[in-house]
């Protein structure tokens, strides 16, 4: 996950819980690989970035699709869990999503996987994004997306933030996409997906406990069994630069 004015939040939920998002990302692994060949369609070849990695979900996935895929994110106890057994041609470090410590246009793919719900000043991230990404490269973003309705939306943090107080704020489709539009990002395509979340296992996977829990519940949009939640997938493009001299 990545740094922001609530990283420390951020690090204490996910160190706490580093086991059983770490099973969690094993268990995905596999989907999202079939996810990203089928709307990303790497060419095999690229250097790839994942950030706010987490346990390595994308990082893991992505491995056998490029030549080469670093994760970052700023819990140590996540990047661990990833390095264990990751393949030769994947690497993790610790970085501050908002501040990358990369170099500009270092990498051909770069991607951010249910990550920005949890940052203060997500615009900050998606520069980030679009700094490292070489011109004519490629950047891909997966996250949960807010309804319309604006008390709806408040609704959903208000629910989100009790099962888990590093989540900041769910940004809906029209907000994504002024921060590309912002950041000179041309949309390629776009996918939304609903999700079926059963609530008792999304609570355990936060480690929301006691009175927190009982919180959740009462709050969860659904009811106390389940909520369904919306995600979008963008893939994005970095425009080439203009060739010197060209009018």
């Not at 869990?81 to 993790?92: E, H």
């Not at 998606?126 to 950047?139: C, D, E, F, M, Y």
Request: hydrophobic share 40%; aromatic share 6%.
């Amino acid at each position: 996950m990545p740094e922001g004015a609530n990283v420390e939040q951020v690090r204490a939920r996910f160190g706490a819980t580093a086991d059983r998002v770490a099973a969690h990302a094993r268990q995905q692994v596999e989907v999202v690989r079939e996810q990203l060949q089928s709307f990303v369609l790497p060419n095999g070849d690229e250097r790839a970035l994942d950030v706010g990695t987490g346990a390595g979900t994308l990082a893991l996935a992505l491995a056998p699709l490029v030549r080469e895929v670093v994760g970052v994110d700023v819990v140590p106890e996540l990047l661990e869990r990833a390095r264990a057994g990751a393949p030769a041609n994947v690497t993790f470090v610790e970085g501050d999503a908002t501040s990358l410590p990369f170099d500009g246009a270092s990498f051909d793919l770069v991607c951010c996987r249910r990550t920005l719900h949890h940052i203060a000043r997500p615009e900050l991230v998606v520069a980030q994004l679009t700094r490292v990404t070489r011109p004519g490269g490629r950047v891909f973003v997966d996250d949960q997306i807010a309804p319309v309705d604006p008390l709806a939306a408040l609704d959903l943090d208000r629910f989100e933030r009790a099962r888990d107080p590093s989540h900041t704020r769910t940004l809906p489709d029209i907000d994504f996409r002024h921060l590309f539009e912002a950041n000179g990002l041309v949309l390629q395509q776009a996918s939304f997906q609903s999700h079926r979340r059963e609530l008792e296992h999304y609570l355990d996977l936060a480690g929301c406990e006691g009175e927190a829990r009982d919180r959740a519940r009462l709050l969860s949009p659904g009811g106390p069994e389940s909520y369904v939640a919306e995600s979008a997938w963008y893939l994005l493009r970095k425009p080439e630069l203009p060739v010197a001299g060209a009018r």
